[in-house]
């Protein structure tokens, strides 16, 4: 409570000429009349034990700032007008003050227009935020929503492509690319739409490309577009580790035993939080799938066979399915994990060494095992590079034509049949020239000399501007010439990844995969 004191000196200070009404003044020392008092007591009535300490505080602080604003708006009259007073200052902030007349006004004006203007302004930009988040929501809560794949603003496929190095004692040290699949809701007319990560996802697909190709070319080359783009679409993760050489061939030397160490660390460190069970329970790991093309197909078979043998040693990394393709597997090397062998018409030999296996291994009631091969050789007409890069603007049936017809000039298509006349693989020079002709170099000194193209908006075709953000120099190199190679190698229809029966495959892993608890 204050004091008589403290009472006297405020109400000094403040030329005050009633006195405040003070709850509970009790003191023996006090030199307030019997009057105050009762008018204290009447207009804080307390209980016994009651303590009206800050409500008093509030009352004084705005009895002074009546006091104060009195005398600087009397201007010279009025019952707050004193010409030797100095300035008066509210004792619940004693910093501010404004000053007497004119100069107060202007001073008060001042202050309202630095604090009460931005806040209004504030409050009317937040509303109208405010107002959009609702209306949005409104179009979101009935629109359709489902996995999907993004796209960007240009309509090109958008993989949003995490990339991360694993490291393990001793030595172990991995570039592992990451791709969840999203769920997006989008309102209707197309106006909103909403897209959110799922962290732990329906599946997870390993991918191990062959010799000469990046880990990261699942995301960029023509044919591992189409896969990653189904797979995610059904809810699966992607995961692609790097080899010890990225242009090389998986080695199991150098490759068996990292990958095994950075996959079972990454599943511990990524998915236990994620697939938690109820209240922190154990996490249920999704079915963890392999996908292998060519010195990848024979890496996910010695993957596969190493975790049949020594299963506790390689958990929670375990395949619940396999496709490997266009690679048939070691003679030494059995697994019973439900697989697909993918081969291609042109190569009889590995579809043949593909089906002994099979057969051989069914004998034991292992499997399931399929086999699915290619529907042989396909032409190359005008549009099939715009029909493979229809979410891709920039080629156009224009360019697309241009290509066939470079293509038959060169003598690498039959002009009559629009089938590749040879294997592309011994037409380097050719491919060569024609891939540099549309590639990104050459397309973007033609929008540098135009007047209506940017050449900022030339990428590679099939990669989005957020994608290119996440690749290397070299890679983006690759992702310019990958996209003629590939379709004419899978044209040939001999060796070579392939979209082709990838959605059966897919269905397979659904139907055979199960989810594990560790």
């Not at 790097?242 to 990292?258: M, Q």
Request: charged share 20%; with cysteine; hydrophobic share 35%.
């Amino acid at each position: 409570n204050w004091t008589p004191i403290a009472y006297q000196y405020i109400m000094q200070e403040a030329n005050l000429t009633q006195p405040l009404p003070i709850a509970n003044m009790s003191s023996p020392t006090t030199n307030i009349d019997g009057d105050a008092k009762n008018t204290a007591a009447s207009a804080y009535p307390s209980g016994a034990g009651a303590n009206n300490s800050l409500i008093n505080v509030f009352h004084l602080g705005y009895r002074s700032l009546v006091a104060q604003l009195g005398d600087i708006f009397s201007a010279g009259d009025g019952p707050y007008s004193h010409e030797d007073k100095e300035v008066i200052r509210c004792y619940c902030f004693p910093f501010v003050k404004c000053g007497h007349g004119e100069r107060g006004k202007s001073n008060v004006k001042t202050i309202f227009g630095l604090i009460f203007v931005p806040l209004f302004l504030l409050t009317f930009f937040l509303l109208d935020d405010f107002g959009k988040v609702v209306v949005r929501n409104m179009q979101l809560r009935h629109g359709p929503g489902g996995l999907m794949t993004n796209r960007d603003e240009t309509g090109v496929i958008d993989f949003h492509l995490n990339r991360r190095t694993l490291k393990e004692f001793p030595g172990h040290t991995r570039e592992v690319l990451l791709l969840s699949p999203s769920l997006a809701v989008q309102g209707r007319g197309g106006s909103h739409s909403f897209e959110a990560m799922i962290k732990c996802p329906r599946g997870i697909l390993f991918m191990f490309h062959g010799c000469g190709r990046y880990a990261a070319s699942f995301f960029y080359s023509p044919q591992g577009r189409k896969m990653v783009e189904m797979a995610t679409e059904m809810g699966i993760g992607i995961v692609a580790f790097t080899k010890s050489e990225e242009l090389g061939c998986w080695n199991w030397a150098n490759d068996g035993d990292t990958v095994k160490k950075l996959a079972k660390k990454f599943i511990s460190s990524r998915l236990s939080k994620a697939c938690a069970g109820p209240n922190g329970s154990d996490a249920v790991y999704p079915p963890m799938y392999a996908f292998g093309a060519s010195s990848g197909g024979s890496f996910v078979g010695m993957l596969s066979s190493q975790m049949k043998q020594d299963p506790e040693d390689y958990a929670p990394f375990l395949f619940s399915a396999a496709n490997i393709q266009i690679m048939a597997p070691n003679e030494h090397d059995h697994w019973d994990i439900p697989t697909v062998f993918t081969t291609m018409s042109g190569d009889t030999q590995t579809s043949k060494k593909v089906q002994d296996w099979v057969n051989n291994e069914m004998q034991n009631d292992k499997g399931p095992y399929k086999i699915i091969t290619s529907s042989g050789r396909k032409p190359i007409h005008a549009d099939h590079f715009a029909r493979v890069f229809q979410d891709d603007r920039q080629m156009s049936d224009r360019i697309s034509g241009s290509i066939h017809q470079d293509l038959s000039t060169l003598g690498v298509v039959n002009s009559s049949t629009d089938e590749v006349f040879a294997n592309p693989r011994f037409a380097k020079d050719a491919v060569m020239s024609i891939w540099q002709k549309y590639g990104l170099l050459s397309r973007k000194e033609i929008a540098n000399d135009s007047k209506h193209l940017d050449a900022s908006d030339v990428h590679p075709f099939g990669v989005s501007q957020r994608l290119m953000r996440s690749l290397k120099k070299e890679e983006l190199d690759d992702a310019d010439s990958i996209w003629l190679i590939e379709e004419l190698n899978v044209a040939w229809d001999e060796h070579e990844i392939t979209a082709e029966g990838f959605e059966e495959v897919l269905q397979f892993f659904l139907e055979n995969g199960s989810a594990r608890l560790e």
